[in-house]
């Protein structure tokens, strides 16, 4: 039994870390791959989190094209914030799709936000370990349901990543455990399927360097705010715990694959600190909307009354439901309003401006009206410094209009914008403007975040294709699939 493709897929997977322990000498295995392979760093779509970047690789096509920004976005026709399920968002053909109508068999377990219509010849698997027990795992054919549980009845984390105790060494080191039993039961899975099948393609996936990165990162990193060194001394360096586990995992993948399989490895975006000024954003786009002296909102004050009410440990798995309880109350704002924030990936702040013949009831026209509105919204935020640096809080305003072009601009925001993390050693936490004020916001539970980059090796006959962005990666995948006529 063979596999003639083997594509790796590592979400959240930092390629700088990786590097750093070849160097030191571990990860045989990654080395192996990296001195075998042509390495290519990708850069991710601008203001873009970790499932845009998957998913613009999915279907070989930027936001604009596929859509999605984030897990939750704003309706234009309701003004509310719905998960993206219960959103009128197009249909997707991701890539394997395409493979699979052309007779290929391909199997596909775990990519990060991907499209989950079965395949006529092989298997999808998708949220089989999750990041969040937002929705349920999906199994085509369904029987592999039954497979997967041979290996562990359920996801060792099913419950989720936000909602775990991670306030002493002792449940930092449970939750560090079972992170890792999740790449064991992957490697075995994964090595049986290609040794027991034949296939075009395989993609195995892991998602625990993007978990790991999300809620350990300050371990790893003496340099964080957040470092505490009794913690470190007892929990080991967790990042770096794992990549030797994938590492691990890809050596006796590679072995059950064989040496005539072409290998790919796909990964990012990378994971460095947490700093986002998003949990403040609400608050310093009402100011400069309607100025520091206007009163709250009814969003915010439903904001402070849901604070008062509800325990905080509550209020942790209540999250996603308040936040759309709350952005729905916002909405009979927002019809007045000229702009308001809309909930995206804590890497970058999402604006969306209420457009005339776009948004239901619009007050801004299109033109010259929304250019210095741009201007404006652009000047007000980055008029908010860190005091720990002085230097203003934003990196980058990524304007939509001119970074991306596609039929479903649309149902993106106006404008992205990167936070500066230059010389923060944590998040942002009381951020201060001459114009505007102060503005504080709360700590966050995540000590690290996604950085702009992601990485990709090909065999070495794919070097000349040079992939910049997460959708030049689709064709190379197509290419080195095509090569020979289906098995089935
Ligand atoms: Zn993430």
């Known amino acids: 039994m063979s596999v003639k493709t083997l594509l790796i897929g590592l979400d959240g997977a930092d390629h700088n870390l990786i590097d750093e322990m070849i160097t030191e000498g571990e990860l045989p295995n990654f080395k192996k791959l990296r001195d075998d392979l042509t390495t290519h760093e990708v850069e991710n779509d601008p203001g873009q989190g970790n499932g845009q970047f998957w998913t613009s690789v999915a279907i070989g096509g930027n936001p604009a094209h596929h859509g999605r920004y984030f897990y939750i976005q704003f309706n234009p026709k309701t003004y509310d914030i719905q998960m993206c399920d219960d959103l009128d968002l197009p249909i997707l053909t991701p890539f394997w799709k395409t493979l699979d109508d052309e007779g290929y068999s391909v199997s596909i377990v775990d990519w990060y936000k991907m499209p989950v219509s079965p395949l006529d010849n092989g298997v999808v698997m998708h949220r089989w370990f999750a990041h969040e027990p ?70 195995a996936c892991f998602g625990e360097a993007h978990n790991v990165g999300h809620y350990f990162i300050q371990l790893d990193d003496e340099g964080h705010a957040l470092h505490d060194p009794e913690i470190a001394q007892k929990v080991k360096a967790p990042l770096r715990q794992t990549y030797h586990r994938l590492d691990i995992a890809i050596g006796e993948m590679l072995d059950a694959a064989g040496d005539e399989a072409q290998i790919f490895v796909l990964g990012g975006p990378a994971m460095g600190r947490f700093v986002s000024a998003n949990g403040a954003l609400e608050e ?11 009163p709250l909102s009814t969003a915010e004050t439903a904001k402070k009354t849901y604070h008062s009410l509800v325990p905080e440990t509550m209020r942790r798995r209540l999250g996603p439901l308040a936040r759309a309880v709350r952005r729905r109350l916002a909405g009979s704002d927002f019809k007045r309003r000229r702009f308001l924030c809309v909930p995206h990936n804590d890497n970058s702040g999402c604006i969306r401006i209420n457009l005339k013949g776009r948004e239901r009831f619009g007050t801004i026209s299109r033109g010259e009206e929304y250019d210095a509105l741009i201007t404006e919204i652009t000047e007000g935020v980055s008029s908010f410094i860190n005091p720990e640096t002085g230097r203003s809080i934003v990196k980058r305003v990524v304007n939509v209009d001119k970074e991306f072009t596609g039929p479903n601009r649309d149902l993106l925001p106006d404008l992205f914008i990167e936070w500066d993390k230059t010389e923060t050693s944590g998040n942002f936490s009381t951020l201060i403007s001459e114009k505007f004020g102060e503005v504080s916001q709360p700590a966050h539970s995540r000590t690290g975040d996604h950085e702009p980059f992601g990485f990709f090796w090909t065999p070495r006959e794919f070097a000349t294709d040079e992939p910049d962005r997460p959708a030049d990666i689709t064709p190379i995948i197509l290419k080195a699939a095509r090569q020979s006529p289906p098995l089935g």
């Open 284 to 294: 310093i786009c009402r100011r400069v909307d309607l100025g520091y002296e206007a």
């Open 134 to 203: 937002l929705t349920a795992s999906v199994f085509h054919p369904p029987e592999m349901g039954d497979v997967a549980a041979k290996y562990i009845e359920s996801d060792p984390i099913a419950e989720g990543f936000a909602s775990q105790p991670r306030d002493t060494a002792e449940k930092l080191q449970d939750f560090l455990d079972r992170l890792l039993q999740r790449i064991e039961i992957k490697q075995s899975f994964y090595s049986d399927q290609i040794r027991e099948k034949d296939w075009d393609l395989y993609i």
